[in-house]
């Protein structure tokens, strides 16, 4: 089945550091990915996506490629801010689950000033 | 366009009792998903509802139930809460059912404590 494997956390960062969170995933098929984030008492919000392998997805400074080959989805920012402090998912969803979205465990992300 | 919205926000209920949580989707969204949220298991997918009824389901019990009205809006219901239950109940919509790249937009959730 559809699985995604997430570094494990707790990340801490100072101010305009650069951000890497690794993101694995196993599915058949093609599935299209994602990166969520929960910001503290919130619910999640979509932060990228990408559908196809190469694709680059971006928003709000944060970067994640498909790479197939390597079945990753990892995310980057090159200078954080202490607004990014968050907990962040990864997650996949394909035709062969019924297309239902498969989280990853969470990295959670605190960003110092 | 609001949100996706989701009362109550906040409730504690005794085990054995039951519960009935609820999640209005975006104007004009027909599908909605619901996930259980807790720090053991991570998000858990228990069920997706399209045009009154359910597409799909997750690995839950049956005590796990849920419908969704002709507006779109969807109750989820948890009967003989267990203290295992306890945990952040969140709600998503989508335009479409189907599809790869649909995005869901999720509510801030209901945090369920069961004593």
């Known amino acids: 089945g559809n699985s995604v494997t997430q570094m494990e956390g707790p990340v801490t960062l100072s101010e305009e550091a650069f951000l890497t969170i690794n993101c694995t995933y196993t599915?058949?098929?093609?599935?299209?990915l994602f990166w969520y984030v929960q910001y503290p008492g919130e619910g999640l919000q979509l932060l990228l996506k990408?559908?196809?392998?190469?694709d680059k997805g971006s928003n709000k400074g944060f970067e994640a490629t498909y790479r197939k080959e390597t079945t990753s989805f990892h995310l980057e920012k090159g200078s954080v801010q202490v607004s990014d402090s968050a907990v962040y998912f990864c997650a996949l969803r394909s035709r062969s689950n019924d297309y239902k979205l498969s989280f990853g465990a969470g990295t959670t992300v605190t960003v110092r000033a | 366009k609001a949100g996706v919205t989701q009362t109550p926000r906040y409730l504690i209920k005794t085990r054995g009792q039951q519960v009935t949580l609820s999640c209005s989707p975006i104007?004009?969204?027909?599908?909605v998903s619901w996930y259980q949220q807790t720090p053991g298991q991570g998000l858990q997918f228990l069920f997706e509802y399209f045009s009154e009824t359910q597409r799909n389901k997750g690995n839950f019990p049956g005590r796990f139930s849920g419908r969704q009205f002709s507006n779109s809006r969807s109750e989820m219901n948890v009967s003989t809460l267990e203290l295992g239950d306890s945990a952040l109940y969140l709600c998503?919509?989508?335009?479409?059912?189907?599809?790869?790249?649909?995005?869901?937009?999720f509510g801030p959730g209901t945090r369920l404590t069961v004593t």
């Open positions: 599915a058949t098929g093609y599935p299209s």
């Open positions: 104007s004009g969204h027909r599908s």
């Open positions: 990408a559908t196809k392998a190469d």
């Open positions: 998503a919509s989508s335009a479409r059912l189907a599809g790869n790249s649909y995005e869901q937009y």
